[in-house]
C-alpha cells in the first residue's frame, strides 16, 4: 500500500509564496503520475496540477498556470509544489494523490492518496 505524506501548508498573505512537499513511501512505477488536487469548503475537489514520473511531462489548471510549478525528486520519491502569487482564492485543503497515468485530470485516475494539507491565503 502506497502512502503519501503531504507537508508544508499553512498561513501566507495575499501574493506571498509556499511550497508544499508530498513524500511517496514507495518509488512510483514507470508512467505514473502524481498530482495535487484542492478542496475548498462547500466546493468540490479539483484538479490542481500532474507531473509524469517518468517524463517529467506536466498538466496545469488554467487557473493556477503562470503561478504554481511541479517538480519531482527522483531519489527521494518526493514531489513538490511551489506555489508563488498566491490569491485569497487558493485557500483550500491540497491534496496529493498517485495514479497510474492512464487518467491525469480526474479524480477516478488515482488510486493513492494523502491525507491533504491546509493552505489559507488571506487578503
Known amino acids: 500500500q502506497v502512502q503519501l505524506v503531504e507537508s508544508g501548508g499553512g498561513l501566507v498573505q495575499a501574493g506571498g509564496s509556499l511550497r508544499l512537499s508530498c513524500a511517496s513511501s514507495?518509488?512510483?512505477?514507470?508512467?505514473?503520475?502524481m498530482g495535487w488536487f484542492r478542496q475548498a469548503p462547500g466546493k468540490e475537489r479539483e484538479f490542481v496540477v500532474a507531473?509524469?514520473?517518468?517524463?517529467?511531462?506536466?498538466d496545469y489548471s488554467d487557473s493556477v498556470k503562470g503561478r504554481f510549478t511541479i517538480s519531482r525528486d527522483n531519489t527521494k520519491n518526493t514531489v513538490y509544489l511551489q506555489m508563488n502569487s498566491l490569491k485569497p482564492e487558493d485557500t483550500a485543503v491540497y491534496y496529493c494523490?498517485?495514479?497510474?497515468?492512464?487518467?491525469?485530470?480526474?479524480?477516478?485516475?488515482?488510486?493513492?492518496w494523502g491525507q491533504g494539507t491546509q493552505v489559507t491565503v488571506s487578503s
Open positions: 494523490a498517485a495514479g497510474p497515468g492512464v487518467v491525469v485530470l480526474r479524480m477516478e485516475g488515482y488510486k493513492y
Open positions: 514507495e518509488r512510483p512505477a514507470t508512467g505514473s503520475v
Open positions: 507531473i509524469n514520473w517518468s517524463s517529467g511531462g506536466t
